[in-house]
C-alpha cells in the first residue's frame, strides 16, 4: 500500500465511521420511540408487562422499568440477577472517614490511619455533591440488610467445598482442523478434507469418515464456520445458534455424561461450543475454537498441534497427573484443585460463600479497567500514542487471597478500631463499601470504580469534587488514600473481610514456571516453527491463569431458548430477547447460582482490584521506582484497557521479564488524532506495535 492509497482508504473509513454514526442516531431515535410506545401501552388498564416485552424485545424487568405500574407480583427479588438490600442508614451505621497524612511522591506505604464518625450528609458533602440529575443516572448497587438479616450472610454454604478430586481426569482424543483449507492433523497424520457447505453435519461426517475412531474433541483452527450465514441474520449470535443447532442425521445434541456436567451447546459470537452425541452408541464430541487458548496469525494446524504437545509436556513437570481439558478455564480450574492440600490446614478444603455474598460480589467487584479518556481531558491532537502491557499481570496478584469465614465490619466497627488496625484491614483481604470524594485539587485520571448507567458498566469519577457511593478493594482503597499525589476522602460505610491465606499461591506459582519455560524456549528455539509452537504455548498458560481466575467468579447461569414467533406469549416472563427472525424469538433468562464446589468470587475479585491498583502506580522495589498512570502528567493518560496503558509520552519503566512488569507494545509517533471510539483506539493500537516493530527489526 502506497501514501495515496493509504490516504484513500483513511478518507472511506471516515465514511464508514460517519455512516455509523448516523445509524446509531437513528436507533436511538427508535428505542426512543419504542420507550414512548411502551409508556402509552401500560396506560390500557389491563396490560401487563409479560405481553408487552416480547412485542418489544426487552425483558420483563426494563419493560417495568419504563412504566412501574406494570410490574407483576411475581417479580420479586429472587428473580433478579443482582441482589438489592437495604442500605444501612445514617442512624443505624454512622460512616467512618479514613484519612491519611499526605504523601510524598513515589512514598512507601503510610503508617497511619485517622478514623472518627461522620457527620450528617450535608455537612460532609457541602456544596461537592454532584447535580442530582447525576446522581439518577448512576446505577445503584446492592448493600448488605443492616441487622442480623445481614449478619447471616456471612457463612459458608453448607455442604460445599472444593476438595482435592480423588481420580484421574482421561485425556480426550483431539484433531485439529482448519475448516478453509480442510487441513486436518491428528497425532502426527495430516488429512485433506472435503468440508461442503462447513455445516456442523458437513465437518462431523468429514472426519470421522477420515478417522473412524476416537474422536471426541476437534479444533478448529482457522474458518469461523459458524459464521458462514452471518449476512442472513441480524446478530452473529443468532448465526452461531443456528449453525449449532442445525438437524444432523444420527447426532442429536450431547446430554452429558459421568462427571462431566457440560451438556448442551455453548453459544458464543467469537468462541461456540457445539457438543454432539451420536444416536447410537456412546460416542460424544464437541467442535471448538482454539482461539480459546491464543490468538492465531495464520498458523497451520500443525504448529497449533506442536503448541499444545508443548504446553502438556510443560505442565506435566508440575503435575503428573495434567490434562488438557477443552478449554483454558476447566483446565486451570481442574489444575487448582489438584494443588489443594492433602493434609494439614485446607485438607478439608475450600468452603463456598453464601449465596448472598456472592450474588454481592458478583453485583460489585468489577474485573478489569477499561476506559477511554476523550478531549478535553486530553489533545486533540497527541504528540505521540505509547502502548505499555502489563506482562502475564494476573500472576503477580496471586501470593494473598482471602480464606476463612468472612466478617462484617461496619462503619460504627471500623471507627472504633485503632490506627493500626484500621491499617491491617485495609492492607488485608476486604471487600468495602465506601462514599467517596473526589479532592478539589484533584487534575488526573479518576482511581474508583463507580457504577456507570449501564448494567455491569464502571466508570472512574475524577472530577473535582464530585462524590460518589461504591464498592472496592483492599488494594484500590488503600492506593486512593495513600496516592503520590493527594489523598482522595473515603468514608467506610461497610465491609467484607477475610484472612490472608494462599489458596492460590501453588497453582500460581507453578503455572508462572511454566510460562517462563516456555517462554524462553520461543526466545531460544532455533526452529522457526517449534519457537512459534512455544510462543503460542505461553500463551495458552496466560490463558489458564486469566480464565482460571475468572472462573472463580462464577457467575449466575444464562439459558438461552428459542420460541416461535406465533407464540410469543411462550416466551418467559423473566427472560431478556437477544435475537429474533420471521420464525423465531431467541431468548435469555438467569438461573441463578448452580450449587459449584469451586465458586470462589472472592478470589476473583481480590485480584482484580489488586491488578487496577497496579495499572495506577506499582513498586519496583529493585530498582527502588515506581510505574503506573499517576507517575505520568496530567493529560497524558489517553486509555485503559484491563493491563494495557495508553500514553502520550513513553517512559523508562523497569521491564525484567517478570509477571506485571510494563512492557512497551506499541509507539505511533505524532501528531496522532485523539481515538473517540474504541474502534479509533484498537487501530492505533495496531499501527503502533507495527511502527514499534519495523523500528526494532530496523
Known sequence: MDAQSYNAALADLRGVRDQIKKTQAALVKLEADRDRRIVQLAS????KAERIAPAAGL???????LAPALAPDSLDLQQAPQPSAPKPSTSEAPSAAVTLPPQPQAAPAATAVRAEPAAPDAARTGSTTPPAAAHKAQRELPSIPAGPSGDAWFAHTTGLASTRPNFTQQARSTVFLDATTGILVHRSQTHHLDLAGRSAADILTAVFHTVPEGVERIYITAGDPWHRDADRYPYLRDAVAAWLNAPIAGWRTDTGRGRDRMAGHFVHARHPVGRYQRETGDLHVEIRSVGEWFDTDGD????IRDAFVLLWQALRRHWDDAVIMGSPSQTGRDLWTRTIPARGQHADGFPVLSEELRSLLHATAGQGRNELLTPPRVPEQLPQLV??????????????????TPRRITARTFATWSEKEQMRALYGCGHWQVRV??????????????????DRAWHYPAQPGTTFTTWAGGPEIHTALTNPLTPWKVEILDGILWDDGKPLDDWARKLKDTWTNLSAQAHFQGNPQQARAAHLASRAVRSILLYGIGSFAQRPRMVTGTTPRTMERDVPPDAEIIGFDDELITWQKPTGFTRDPNAHPEWSAAIWSAARAALLTQRHRDDDTYAGALHTPPHTVVAFRTDALYLTQPHHWPYHHQPGDYLLKGHLTGPVPAPTTEEELLALRDLGRSALTTRQEG
Open 387 to 404: 502502548e505499555y502491557d502489563r506482562t502475564f499481570a494476573y500472576a503477580k496478584h496471586t501470593w494473598k487471597s482471602p480464606v476463612g
Open 437 to 454: 470524594t473526589v479532592p478539589d485539587t484533584w487534575n488526573h485520571i479518576g482511581l474508583l470504580p463507580a457504577p456507570a448507567p449501564a
Open 59 to 65: 425483558g420483563v424487568a426494563a419493560v417495568v422499568a
Open 44 to 47: 390500557y388498564e389491563k396490560a
Open 300 to 303: 497451520d494446524p500443525h504448529i
